[in-house]
């Protein structure tokens, strides 16, 4: 696992760009506490089922036909990471800390595609779908989700609990143990909920979190 993270910190400083800070270094994160800022690669965890938000490059057979996102079993899949970018248009740049409310977007660093969601209905429940969408050139608003951070935190850190709502459709993104029989067997399904449930918490988990950053 430590192997891993030390890969992926070199990934990020080769791959990411780090021209708008000073950062002193990224931290391999395993424990609770660590700010989470922009540029951040992360895995999110379902608080109830502790699966990870997983995409790959296998499009759903029904509703939009785009990337699926599921959630997955196993901790050390390399699809489970997901890159912290704020929405299109702010002066937001990496290494700046994300309050509550802050309308963000997760980036898939597998695929480069968006953590997106629409009024589609997805393949098991029939609530919304959650897909991946687009690429480094091509975002919008279905990619926007607020952070609803739970307690009495102001600014995202890891092991806390949060909710993200879907800006365009207003549904949290949800998982649930109504797994997949087939392409992903095994995998759960993850979609929107518009109701505020106990299976649509999630907890930032394992990933490579870049400081603060201190502007010039």
């Not at 589609?120 to 959650?130: D, K, Q, R, T």
Request: net charge neutral; with cysteine.
């Amino acid at each position: 696992m430590a192997i891993g993270f030390f890969s992926l910190a070199i990934f990020l400083f080769l791959g990411l760009d780090l021209h708008q800070g000073s950062p002193s270094s990224a931290s391999a994160a395993s424990s609770e506490g660590v700010e989470i800022t922009y540029g951040t690669v992360l895995k999110l965890m379902h608080e109830k089922t502790k699966f990870r938000l997983h995409s790959h490059d296998v499009p759903y057979g029904s509703g939009s036909g785009q990337q699926s996102v599921t959630g997955y079993p196993n901790v050390d899949d390399a699809n489970s990471y997901w890159i912290v970018r704020p929405e299109l248009g702010t002066s937001a740049k990496q290494g700046d800390p994300i309050k509550s409310g802050t309308i963000i977007r997760f980036q898939h660093m597998g695929t480069r595609k968006w953590l997106h969601s629409h009024l589609h209905a997805s393949p098991i429940s029939g609530n919304l779908e959650v897909s991946c969408f687009g690429d480094d050139s091509n975002s919008d608003t279905g990619d926007y989700w607020k952070l609803v951070i739970e307690g009495s935190g102001k600014t995202w850190k890891q092991g806390q609990r949060i909710r993200l709502q879907h800006v365009d459709t207003g549904g949290y993104l949800h998982s649930h143990n109504k797994k997949y029989s087939r392409t992903a067997g095994g995998q759960q399904e993850v979609c929107g909920v518009r109701e505020k449930r106990a299976d649509n918490v999630w907890l930032a988990a394992e990933g490579v979190y870049l400081p603060v950053m201190e502007t010039k």
